[in-house]
């Protein structure tokens, strides 16, 4: 399909689109009804062929997550490196890896937390093309690692929004699974009782005897 693009008369510049490849799928009728929607499109302003190379030119998730890992993460512990990258590769690279940053959608992400959450992870040990993040790296689900990897998934997508890759982030807002917190606080009498057995400790580790005995 041939057109202009402007109000340049003909001296505008008159992109083409390629359609289809004759035969199946496409018939003639087919290419005939698509080409009719395009135009539909060029009527209201828009450039099919250049939202087509706009798109073939857009960095994928696999992309998207090299150059964080390399200019955006500088600020995490190595402790955090070392568990985003086993998020990276055990679950977001295989699963949304190959697809195009603009085109990935809330539901992709929620779809990729629920099969988490499932126990169904996406990459196990021996896959095509797998990394191994450590020498006993195994892909784990669960309600705990589907918030992880929400909440890395979202700082990902925030690192875009800011370099101007993407103008919005789908991954804000998501409900992640609730998380069974394991955290109590010591009481006064308890305190008291660890203070005793610490100095406890102290006092039979000043023992010279009892020094010789450790060593």
Same mark, same amino acid.
């Given at each position: 399909m041939q057109y202009r693009v402007g109000r340049g008369g003909r001296g505008a510049k008159k992109p083409r689109v390629t359609i289809g490849r004759h035969g199946s799928p496409w018939t003639v009728e087919m290419a005939r009804e698509k080409? +009719?929607?395009?135009?539909?499109?060029v009527a209201q302003g828009e450039d099919p062929a250049e939202e087509i190379q706009a798109? $073939?030119?857009a960095?994928?998730?696999?992309?998207?997550?090299?150059?964080? +890992?390399?200019?955006?993460?500088a600020h995490k512990?190595?402790?955090?490196?070392?568990?985003?990258?086993? +998020?990276?590769?055990?679950h977001i690279r295989p699963a949304l890896g190959a697809r195009k940053l603009t085109e990935v959608t809330?539901?992709?992400?929620?779809?990729?937390?629920?099969?988490i959450i499932a126990g169904r992870v996406v990459r196990s040990r021996g896959a095509p093309n797998a990394k191994r993040v450590g020498p006993r790296s195994v892909p784990r689900g669960g309600r705990g690692v589907a918030a992880q990897v929400v909440t890395l998934i979202r700082t990902l997508l925030a690192f875009a929004v800011k370099r101007g890759l $993407?103008?919005?982030?789908?991954?804000?807002?998501?409900?992640?699974?609730?998380? +069974?917190?394991?955290?109590r606080f010591l009481t006064t009498e308890e305190i008291g009782r660890l203070g005793a057995a610490?100095?406890?400790?102290?006092?039979?580790?000043?023992?010279?005897?009892?020094?010789?005995?450790?060593?």
């Open positions: 080409a +009719r929607r395009l135009l539909g499109l798109s $073939r030119r960095v994928t998730i696999s992309e998207l997550i090299d150059v964080y +890992r390399a200019e955006g993460c512990k190595p402790s955090t490196l070392i568990a985003d990258r086993g +998020r990276f590769e055990n809330r539901a992709d992400i929620e779809r990729l937390m629920g099969e $993407r103008s919005d982030n789908p991954a804000h807002g998501i409900d992640k699974p609730k998380v +069974r917190r394991l955290e610490l100095a406890g400790e102290q006092r039979a580790s000043d023992n010279p005897i009892r020094q010789r005995r450790s060593c």
